[in-house]
């Protein structure tokens, strides 16, 4: 069946430091997969998404590249600030798992000042 | 205005009691979910209705009864607590069944004793 793998937390980063959270998935279709971002004490919101290969996603400085050929779906971000302390979560959906979201286990993000 | 409201936010009862949880929804969507996320942030579906109909219902104890009055709305209700129910439970919404971006409230973090 559809899984989604993330890399295990916490990844702790000083402010300015470059981001990559490793998220890769199996999937027997063509799914689209989904970045979402929990801040502390709150629901889920949409970071970004991509529905296609070679497809980029991007939002608020963060971006993900659709790899089909790796089945991977890296979030990275350039120069991390305090404020994107988060749980962060990949996920895909499509049409074999009736388009319900499929999620991985989350990693939790500390940015030190 | 807020899209997806949940409440209570903070739920604290005894073993064995019964409790409820109440969802609302102001975006006009047809489906709405229910999941739980326990301590560790892992997030796992447990019901999805779509206009006041079930979709998804995952093996989740029959002492959680989940009921939808109208579109906007999609209530739990949980019977005989138990310690394991501890959690933080989210309700959301997407425009249709084969949607695929979600929107999630607040939570509503329940403690059991």
């Known amino acids: 069946g559809n899984s989604v793998t993330q890399m295990e937390g916490p990844v702790t980063l000083s402010e300015e430091a470059f981001l990559t959270i490793n998220c890769t998935y199996t999937?027997?279709?063509?799914?689209?997969l989904f970045w979402y971002v929990q801040y502390p004490g709150e629901g889920l919101q949409l970071l970004l998404k991509?529905?296609?290969a070679d497809d980029k996603g991007s939002n608020k400085g963060f971006e993900a590249t659709y790899r089909k050929e790796t089945t991977s779906f890296h979030l990275e971000k350039g120069s991390v600030q305090v404020s994107d302390s988060a749980v962060y979560f990949c996920?895909?959906?499509?049409?074999?798992?009736?388009?319900?979201?499929?999620w991985g286990a989350g990693t939790k993000l500390i940015i030190k000042p | 205005d807020t899209a997806v409201s949940q409440t209570p936010k903070y739920l604290v009862t005894q073993m064995g009691n019964d409790k409820s949880i109440k969802c609302e929804q102001n975006?006009?969507?047809?489906?709405m979910y229910w999941y739980k996320q326990d301590s560790k942030k892992f997030l796992k579906i447990m019901f999805s209705?779509?206009?006041?109909?079930?979709?998804i219902n995952e093996t989740v104890p029959n002492r959680f009864s989940p009921k939808s009055p109208d579109k906007a709305h999609l209530n739990l209700h949980i019977n005989s607590l138990e310690l394991g129910d501890s959690a933080v439970y989210f309700c959301?919404?997407?425009?249709?069944?084969?949607?695929?971006?979600?929107?999630f409230g607040p939570g509503t973090r329940l403690l059991v004793l």
């Open positions: 209705y779509n206009n006041k109909e079930l979709i």
């Open positions: 991509a529905t296609k």
């Open positions: 999937a027997t279709g063509y799914p689209s």
């Open positions: 996920a895909l959906s499509d049409r074999r798992s009736n388009y319900q979201l499929i």
């Open positions: 975006l006009g969507h047809d489906t």
């Open positions: 959301a919404s997407s425009q249709g069944l084969y949607q695929e971006t979600q929107y």
